[in-house]
């Protein structure tokens, strides 16, 4: 099984900062990795695929970046709204998804 | 516009069953694969399983192989998600998902969930 690390577990980011996340895998998934955001109540929205593809309307402000085993998402200018949890999840031997345990944006 | 809705969580004994449903709408149902993703109290998300379009391929985490199984009715846009021999670490908020293409894909689309607990 390919596992998913994320760091930091935390980040507290002011707005109209960037903020970095990273995502390491245990073995190349190419560019078959994908990011997601989570807010409290909610199902998980995809913001990226493909390693750097934005989905369909999500801002320009999201980018993601990174192939084989090392991602980041950066959010160039953070908004009040960002806040919640982030998955990376990789689909390199589809079905057998993994998500990354999470990373928490917290707005400072 | 695609919807997917959760149906048939409830409060079940250890070593109980449960049949989850996932009615979808706003896309050619049967031309995807669709998949079940977990999410324990406070936890990530952990995938479950995933069906083929047409239903003759499935695929299951190790931590539920033997007590699920996954099946579809594309007459119908559904898919479900029969739980057998439940525990108390499948206590969760179950998700279905699917993708916007066909083949390895991220997961475009997401239901808002159904909570399973598995409790005495």
């Known amino acids: 099984e390919i596992v998913m690390t994320q760091s930091p577990a935390t980040l507290s980011v002011t707005p109209g900062e960037r903020a970095t996340l990273s995502c390491r895998a245990s073995?190349?998934?190419?560019?078959?990795l994908a990011w997601y955001q989570q807010k409290p109540g909610q199902a998980p929205r995809l913001l990226i695929y493909?390693?750097?593809t934005r989905a369909t309307g999500i801002p320009a402000r999201f980018s993601g970046s990174g192939s084989g085993t090392e991602f980041t998402l950066t959010i160039s200018s953070l908004q009040s709204e960002d806040f919640g949890v982030y998955f990376c999840?990789?689909?390199?031997?589809?079905?057998?998804?993994?998500f990354g345990q999470g990373t928490k944006l917290e707005i400072k | 516009e695609v919807h997917l809705v959760e149906s048939g969580g409830a409060l079940v004994q250890p070593g109980g069953s449960l049949r989850l449903s996932c009615a979808a709408s706003?896309?050619?149902?049967?031309?995807?694969?669709m998949s079940w993703v977990r999410q324990g109290p406070g936890k990530g998300l952990e995938w479950v399983s995933t069906?083929?379009?047409?239903?003759?391929?499935?695929f299951f985490a190790d931590s539920v192989k033997g007590r699920f199984t996954i099946s579809r009715d594309n007459s119908k846009n559904t898919m479900y998600l029969q739980m057998n021999s439940l525990r108390a670490d499948d206590t969760a908020l179950y998700f279905c998902?699917?993708?916007?293409?066909?083949?390895?894909?991220?997961?475009?689309?997401w239901g808002q969930g159904t909570l399973v607990t598995v409790s005495s």
């Open positions: 998902a699917g993708p916007r293409v066909t083949g390895p894909a991220a997961m475009d689309y």
């Open positions: 706003g896309f050619t149902f049967a031309g995807y694969a």
């Open positions: 069906i083929s379009g047409t239903g003759g391929n499935t």
């Open positions: 073995q190349s998934v190419r560019s078959n």
């Open positions: 493909g390693a750097s």
């Open positions: 999840q990789h689909y390199y031997n589809w079905p057998r998804y993994t």
